[in-house]
């Protein structure tokens, strides 16, 4: 299959090695910066010098993007946009964390060019892209998720479909926020032990061991007993998604207090300067809240 990838980041570049690895495609992909493109090429991938030229007579345009500024302009742009060069019955598979209003018109602009679109965003992290291990929450047609799935499933190991198009995007939105909730809260209660008797990494052990704590509260409970974050889910992205989630829920009336106030905690976390860490970064918050820290 032709193949291409729009967007070379921590996972974009990750998604494209996997393809090659297979030698089944012809992958050729695009990023903002062109110096990422090179480790590709040297593995077997064509570049491109605009998401156009990416997409021209591609079977399969694959993109993924930091939010929908970026999205927009990748595959919107009405000079260099990847939608202006494909063809129609092409696929877009777009596997950013975007909000869903961006989808539904990527998905009205798709269909105006006769072009089959998915929303199918990822959970997982850096491991599980090099591993194959991704999971996808799709939204869209079933039938054209089944064209889209062989190739979906050489990159992860689960694919969910949820629903017509936008329900991948809310999907996501509403995974991230989870996790961010439980991560945040994991936090507040770590930094709520200052002045108790207990000790941190053993009230954390026991914690853990508990039925109450999810493996992603319990993994960011151990990490948060470092010092060193190094960014896989950095807060800025974290920000990122609670504020299209938050703005997402406003816009159907939906109530969601304790997203809003995770939104507001790495906010505050991106105001210290610790946007590029990790979300357990989230931690040195409630340390320095902390009396005499």
């Known amino acids: 299959m032709k193949i291409a990838i729009l967007g ?37 991938a064509t570049a491109a010098p605009t998401p156009a ?15 929908d500024h970026a999205g927009r302009s990748v595959w919107l742009d009405p000079d260099i946009g990847a939608l202006t060069a494909m063809n ?18 990527l998905a009205a602009r798709c269909a105006q060019h006769g072009v089959d679109h998915l929303d199918a965003p990822v959970l997982g992290s850096r491991p599980q892209a090099d591993a194959g291990a991704l999971i996808f929450l799709v939204g869209g047609s079933s039938a054209v998720l089944r064209r889209a799935e062989p190739v979906l499933r050489q990159l992860g190991s689960a694919v969910h479909h949820m629903g017509p198009a936008g329900t991948g995007a809310q999907m996501k ?26 000790n941190p990494a053993r009230a954390v052990e026991v914690l853990t061991a508990t039925p109450v704590a999810s493996q992603a509260a319990a993994t960011a409970a151990t990490a948060m007993l470092g010092d060193t974050f190094p960014a896989a889910f950095p807060i800025e992205l974290v920000g990122k998604d609670l504020g299209y989630a938050t703005a997402d829920a406003a816009s159907r009336q939906a109530t969601i207090a304790l997203t809003r106030t995770a939104a507001h905690t790495y906010q505050q976390a991106i105001n210290e300067g610790h946007g ?7 931690i040195r918050l409630f340390r320095s809240a902390q009396p005499g820290s």
């Open 88 to 105: 129609p019955g092409a696929l877009a598979v777009d596997c950013s964390t975007v909000t869903p209003a961006f989808t539904g018109e």
């Open 173 to 198: 939105l509403l995974a991230n926020s989870l996790f961010a909730v439980q991560v945040a809260a994991v936090a507040e209660l770590i930094g709520a032990l200052h002045g108790t008797n207990l």
């Open 53 to 67: 030229t990416a997409a021209e007579r591609q079977d399969l345009v694959i993109s993924m993007l930091r939010d």
């Open 276 to 282: 590029s860490d990790h979300i357990t970064a989230v």
């Open 8 to 44: 070379l980041g921590a996972m974009g570049s990750r998604m494209a090695r996997r393809l090659l690895a297979t030698g089944e495609h012809h992958i050729t992909v695009w990023n903002r910066t062109a110096e990422a493109t090179r480790p590709m090429i040297e593995q077997g």
